[in-house]
């Protein structure tokens, strides 16, 4: 039943992380080089569910339980734990295993109240010349945000719908999985 919803929530994140990239090639939208300010926000949400491929592979790794107790002791006070200004590319030390958040912010739209598609997205990217040329067509081109979480939620209605601090999102995921490894009384497979 785990490993059904980790599989399901790893194919949904490749999802949006191909369809964005597809729509910001398409558009020649980028990040600004070098910001990572979403990144260092310490009010980012998330669900855990979106971290479950994250906090799986960090067992697995046979680093589970330090993950977690350190995502439960920064909780709201830091950004993600995950952030290092050093590592490339955006800063993610653990990029292959990010978000769903992480991977449609910025590239991809929900439609406003008039039922007008409208980018998601930062200050920063809303200064750039690629943004300023963007039609409404273009955008309906791009990955629907609200879509991506309702699929999410399909997988596990709980988890995808309580959205925590990112730290705390990460260490709920943690605290299921590490739950599930010690209820078997094993090892998670690799
Ligand atoms: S989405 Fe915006 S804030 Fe985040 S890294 Fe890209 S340019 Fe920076
Ligand atoms: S998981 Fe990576 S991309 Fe997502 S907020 Fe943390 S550092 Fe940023």
Redesign the pocket.
Do not use: K, L, Q, T
């Given at each position: 039943m785990l490993y059904n919803k980790l599989q399901r929530v790893r194919s949904l994140l490749r999802e949006a992380s191909r369809r964005t990239e597809n729509f910001r090639k398409k558009v020649s939208l980028s990040?600004?080089p070098g910001?990572?300010?979403?990144c260092l926000k310490k009010d980012l949400y998330a669900s855990p569910l979106e971290f479950f491929p994250l906090a799986y592979d960090l067992c697995r790794e046979g680093n589970g339980e330090k993950a977690y107790c350190k995502s439960g002791s920064i909780g709201k006070t830091s950004p993600c734990m995950f952030f290092s200004p050093f590592n490339k590319p955006?800063g993610c030390t653990r990029y292959n295993d990010r978000g769903l958040i992480c991977r449609l912010?910025?590239f991809s739209s929900n439609a406003d109240k008039n039922g007008c598609p409208r980018l998601i997205?930062?200050r920063?990217?809303k200064k750039t010349q690629a943004f300023c040329n963007l039609t409404d067509k273009d955008i309906s081109g791009s990955p629907e945000f609200s879509d991506f979480y309702i699929r999410l939620e399909s997988i596990d209605f709980a988890l995808a719908n309580e959205q925590l601090q990112i730290n705390l999102a990460i260490n709920k995921a943690l605290e299921v999985i590490l739950n599930y490894e010690s209820l078997h009384m094993h090892r998670i497979p690799a």
């Open positions: 990040c600004v910001c990572y300010s979403c955006g912010f910025g997205c930062c920063n990217i």
